[in-house]
């Protein structure tokens, strides 16, 4: 929001190539401004804020007026096809605010560009750059090559990139809370997912590079980092000076060490690899957040083989039961398939099932959507029909609608620890904060002495579907 307004006041005064750099905190001189849409996950997220460095190291200056700028970059996902659709479609808005400013150039980013590679370039002449995940270094050099006419892609993927000495620039932060980078790619074939193909072979960043920028954040005024990774359970680096193993667990310590009034969230866990170790890690520090997001995908053994899941209904019960136990009232989320590939009423009863077992307190549902190159695609067919898939979805939402409001009922008359993150959407007099577990509380400001990155005791008075809503109870 700072970040909006100073950049349009620079705007305003119409000096050219002037900018506000978010990182000097003060309006520079840029040769050039690009402005970044980013779609997709959490990583995708924060690789822009990766861009934003190497370009802002170039002498590029960030701009959230799309209008004004010179480059215009979209951070892509291929997860869904609705997801690319909607990348499609913002392209040839793009397309026609380059008639007006021929010199612009437009370039694709992320997972759709290292799916579609140079077709985007040469078949549909779409945009003037093509640069996968892991070659964002090469951006400055590329940029050169676009403006002279020629074709520039890079979506060499790496095995060793991780982007570890790069201190990303926040966009659109509340500064408060920042996502950190802790592993790229994945390793795990789930057959329905993109996810390998797009971001390549799995690796960890560097301990000590991780613990430095958060040390970084929380000296800026950072108080909540979420550790970010496909598959944070499998992080893994040896510290050869110490000879010293860091497995997640350790990182979620050394994390939380950085200061006890810095929150300390992580996603994703995989069911198969997240271990006792990682919730006694929760349990002893208070600062670690008690929620866990644990995909289950399909609650069918039959469906859990078909995707590849490799650990069966059964297993993943054990995993919420495990969770339950050692760390009571932890929140749980989960991601959820229907009709995959040969799914019975049957199967999708199945995940009907585990889901009134589960009771999660949030949960991202979609229907299956078949993804070129994917294992599935290559071996079963996509022989559900979609509104069999919708259907199903359907009903596992309005199931879900259940579960999240007698979670959020639960925590009525209970008072919780609020991180403050910014003012309420709806009113300046009120703020927006979250508990712990994840849940957003909006509460009034009152005469309090108050400001964002401060915590303070909410007690709940009543709920909606999403919200929780309170007064504070110092
Ligand atoms: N790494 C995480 C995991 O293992 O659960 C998340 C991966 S993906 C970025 C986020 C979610 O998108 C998945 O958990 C899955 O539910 C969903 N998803 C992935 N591929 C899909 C597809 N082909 N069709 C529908 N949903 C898909
Ligand atoms: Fe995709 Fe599976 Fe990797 Fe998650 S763990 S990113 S669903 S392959
Ligand atoms: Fe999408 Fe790529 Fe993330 S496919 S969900 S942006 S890893």
Redesign the pocket.
Known sequence: MEMLELAGKAHDESRQGEAYDPLVKETVLYKKRFYIES???A??FADSEVVASILNAEGFGATRNEAEADLIFLN????REK?EMTVRKRLTEFRSLKKKKPGMLIGML???AERLKSQLLEEEKLVDLVVG?DAYRSLPALIGEAETGQKAVNVLLSRDETYGDIAPIRLDSNGVCAFVSIMRGCNNMCSFC??PF??GRERSRDAHSIIKEVEQLFQAGYREVTLLG?NVDSYYWIDEQKDETITFAKLLEKTALVSPLLRVRFSTSHPKDITDEVLFTIAKYDNICNYIHLPVQSGSNRILQLMNRTYTREWYIAKVNRIREILPGCGVSTDMITGFCTETEEDHRDSYTLMEYCKYDLAYMYYYSERPGTLAERRYEDDIPEETKKRRLQEIIALHRIHSLESMQRDVNKTFKVLIEANSKKSDSDWHGRTDHNKVVIFPKENYQLQKGDYVNVRINSCTAGTLLGTINN
């Open positions: 779609y997709g996950c990583m995708n892509t996902c291929s997860i997801a992320g997972c759709m995940p993109v996810v797009t971001r496909q």
